[in-house]
């Protein structure tokens, strides 16, 4: 995936469940909502409210060590071109 301005929540919770190897349901679990919100995020549906965010955020900064540079990447860049990292 390429480095760019079209980076949307749907390629970064998709980027983050696959690459820490968690099921919808498992990932849901661990940032505290319900499957059917990370399958909704997934297909574009929606976006992450403000509190799954910030738990969102916080899953990527505790299981970032398992992305390779490029991806971390572009998450980063996606958080910072949306103000989220403050």
């Not at 390629?11 to 499957?35: C, D, H, P, W, Y």
């Not at 992305?67 to 071109?81: G, N």
Request: glycine share 6%; proline share 2%.
């Amino acid at each position: 995936m390429p480095i760019s301005e079209d980076v949307t929540w749907k390629n970064i919770i998709k980027m983050l469940r696959e690459f820490s190897g968690k099921t919808q349901e498992n990932f849901a679990r661990e940032i505290g909502v319900r499957t059917d919100s990370v399958s909704r995020w997934e297909r574009g549906n929606s976006n992450p409210g403000r509190l799954a965010t910030r738990n969102i955020i916080k899953y990527y900064f505790l299981h970032k060590t398992g992305l390779t540079e490029k991806y971390m990447k572009i998450i980063e860049d996606f958080l910072e071109r949306n103000d989220l990292l403050k």
